[in-house]
């Protein structure tokens, strides 16, 4: 299986009481999915991943896999700060009908080059043969994956992709030289998505592209085709979204939005707060502007 094309971050969607709502899951990934996205990727950094348990972590993962019905592949995050959690998170997600694992390091103490690689790679054997999408985010995570590690994790056969945010597209073609097509390269909301996909980029993974998914694939398929005017077109006013999702929180802005388009994905899990008023302002204009609200 390959993956390529619009990836949303999904939000996590949780009651009152810290249940996962399973009913706003199906409702968002049949919008998605209807809307032409080519996959799904919950429990990222828009999925609040690091706020959430096991049990809300598998919850989320497994409502994401039921809903999709096997129409696009799932792609759930993993993250840990051992090893052995990130090994079992990894079996368990195997088991819930996953179809590749978006690794991610999380650290209290910072991890040398070894023992970074040896993270990803203990995955990557428990994932049997999945295909697994590394994360890397070096403005959240206390050890990065450097371009030495990144280049020998390519060379363990199921490592197959790279999601990098580090805001730096030049480090991106660094990879994509470094890797020599073992590696394919997917844009962050911390990208220009049409810059990743002029240099060789796969596709975008992002928050916003859960609330904007039509403008979003338009944008990947004009950049596919080659059309960089049309597709400089749709990106200008589509980064919009990107400035508003980094000044504010991540989930708390792709939640507000989700809000606005009638999804009730509830807030951000606290100690995180929901936008203030201005906040929302801003972001119900944004959408209005893209044809989105």
Avoid at 19 to 41: K, N, P, S
Wanted: hydrophobic share 45%; charged share 20%.
């Amino acid at each position: 299986m390959s993956f390529e094309g619009v990836f949303p971050y999904l939000v996590s969607p949780l009651n009152q009481c810290g249940e996962v709502r399973g009913d706003m899951i199906e409702a968002l990934v049949e919008r998605l999915i209807t809307a032409g996205v080519h996959g799904l990727a919950p429990l990222g950094s828009t999925g609040e991943f690091a706020y959430l348990d096991g049990r809300q972590r598998l919850a989320v993962a497994k409502s994401v896999i039921k809903a999709s019905r096997g129409r696009v592949p799932v792609i759930p995050g993993v993250a840990s700060t051992s090893t052995a959690d990130a090994v079992s998170q990894t079996r368990a997600m195997v088991e819930a009908g996953a179809d590749g694992i978006l690794a991610i390091l999380e650290a209290y103490f910072p991890i040398d080059e070894d023992g970074v690689e040896a993270y990803f790679t203990a995955i990557a054997e428990a994932a049997e043969g999945l295909p697994v999408v590394l994360y890397t985010n070096p403005n959240f995570q206390r050890s990065d994956l450097t371009l030495p590690v990144i280049e020998r994790l390519s060379h363990v056969e199921n490592i197959r992709y790279i999601k990098d945010a580090s805001s730096n597209t030049g480090r991106l073609l660094s990879i994509m030289e470094r890797t020599k097509g073992r590696l394919e390269v997917f844009a962050a909301s911390a990208h220009i998505p049409t810059c990743v996909m002029m240099i060789g980029g796969k596709g975008w993974m992002a928050g916003p592209a859960c609330i904007v998914p039509e403008q979003s694939i338009a944008l990947y398929e004009a950049a596919k085709a080659g059309d960089w005017g049309r597709a400089m077109e749709l990106q200008r006013p589509l980064w919009r979204i990107n400035e508003l999702f980094a000044r504010h929180s991540l989930a708390a802005c792709i939640k507000a939005a989700l809000e606005l388009q009638g999804f009730e994905v509830g807030d951000p899990v606290a100690p995180q707060k929901p936008l203030g008023a201005a906040a929302r302002d801003e972001v119900a204009s944004a959408l209005r502007d893209l044809g989105a609200l």
